[in-house]
């Protein structure tokens, strides 16, 4: 049954949540150019241009990276030797849609590598997806053939997709950001509220929320509400709006970074059977600047580690903890759309003790860390690029 929470989320607020604001416009990056940062200044390499809306990249043993396109649907192997890239073949059909904004944030989004991959060449990927209700998300996994100069999945499977009752037609909030803990077999997915604030504290609704997993797409047999009946048996957490930042730590221990609705950008070290309290818990406004929720802190919720001064809009998260960057190691490095810089956020045990932001430039919709430390990153542009950001 529905929660008295939804009744209450929804007369909280009387005006719809609108999609996130863009940012300012830029221009392509330098082939090469340095940065200046508290570590030293660092060399920042465009590996490759004219990717149409990147959403994330997966680094491959090979010299090579995954990048996903979320217009266009395509999934890339780029040389990063180079920055040649082919379409791999076999990825499925994504949903698209402009609503009534006139924008849609439907399409191909995360790509994430199977802890077996050298073995395995699995590759799971979270999208979009065409429903007869208007659209799912879902996640497939297939296996990388890459052989004779081109590029397919095969055996690819849907191994989740969002239960019946809450695909709707929306193009917006998705989430759609995966994490995997290998240790214990785990697959994590956000699920944005899909711009209806009341489902994320509808405890049946899988909406609103952060999924957890097996790695074939069963309920994680240590979920918190499994067999429970009110809380749905994927659900990890409950109460999140919009994350598109998702990580595990050293120790194995969750993070998200939320998107706020007017500023109220938020950090989260996620707990089993947490509540993170939207809409009841924020520091942001509504985009008509009326009052969102009660503040920071609401019974039975938890309140954020941490809430962004101003705007940075979050996508893609990866802690540091090679050697290259010896200043920054454990910290958690975030994508800023908004801002167009990576920011760094300083971690202590369960606090977050500082935060510093790298201007780049260009939106930065996702971030990964390579053995050798170099920060991988993509541009969220119609013209985005693959940039490699290093200390030499």
């Known amino acids: 049954m529905k929660t008295l929470l939804v009744t209450a989320a929804a007369a909280l607020l009387a005006v719809p949540v609108a999609a996130q604001s863009d940012s300012p416009p830029s221009q392509p990056l330098p082939e090469r150019s340095t940065v200046r940062t508290e570590a030293g200044t660092l060399q920042m390499q465009v590996i490759a241009r004219g990717l149409e809306h990147p959403w994330a990249v997966a680094l491959l043993p090979d010299r090579q990276a995954l990048v996903t396109e979320r217009n266009s649907g395509r999934l890339l192997v780029v040389n990063t030797a180079d920055g040649s890239r082919r379409a791999v073949s076999g990825v499925p059909q994504i949903f698209r849609f402009k609503g009534e904004t006139g924008r849609s944030q439907a399409g191909l989004f995360d790509v994430k590598l199977h802890p077996g991959f050298a073995q395995n060449r699995l590759v799971y990927l979270s999208l979009s997806a065409p429903t007869e209700r208007g659209a799912t998300l879902k996640i497939v996994r ?17 191994i989740f997709s969002l239960q019946e009752d809450d695909q709707d037609s929306s193009g917006l909030h998705f989430g759609g950001r995966m994490a995997i803990h290998a240790p214990t077999n785990a697959l994590f997915l956000t699920v944005g509220d899909r711009r209806n604030i009341s489902r994320a504290q509808d405890g049946e609704d899988q909406a609103g929320s952060i999924l957890r997993m097996t790695l074939d797409g069963d309920v994680h047999p240590d979920n918190p509400h499994r067999g429970e009946g009110d809380i749905n048996d994927y659900i990890f957490a409950m109460g999140s709006r919009n994350s598109q930042a998702l990580t595990l730590d050293s120790r194995g221990r969750l993070w998200s970074v939320e998107h706020g609705p007017q500023r109220g950008d ?19 406004r509504d985009y008509s600047d009326a009052p969102i929720g009660v503040g920071l802190s609401h019974p039975g919720m938890t ?14 998260a990866a802690f540091y903890d090679a050697a290259a960057l010896p200043a920054w190691r454990g910290n958690m490095l975030v994508g800023g759309l908004y801002n167009q810089a990576l920011v760094r956020v300083v971690v202590d045990g369960e606090r977050v003790a500082a935060v510093h932001t790298v201007p780049v430039g260009r939106r930065i919709r996702d971030v990964q860390v390579a053995p050798d430390g170099s920060i991988w990153m993509v ?10 950001l290093s200390a030499r």
């Open 142 to 158: 297939g296996r990388l053939v890459d052989e004779r100069g081109s590029a397919r999945l095969e055996d690819v499977t849907d």
């Open 266 to 284: 938020r950090v989260d070290l996620v707990r089993s059977g947490a509540n993170l309290g939207w809409p009841f818990i924020t520091g942001g």
């Open 303 to 316: 309140s954020p580690l941490h809430v962004f001064a101003e705007t940075i809009a979050p996508s893609g």
């Open 379 to 388: 541009t969220e542009h119609a013209d985005g690029e693959l940039v490699r």
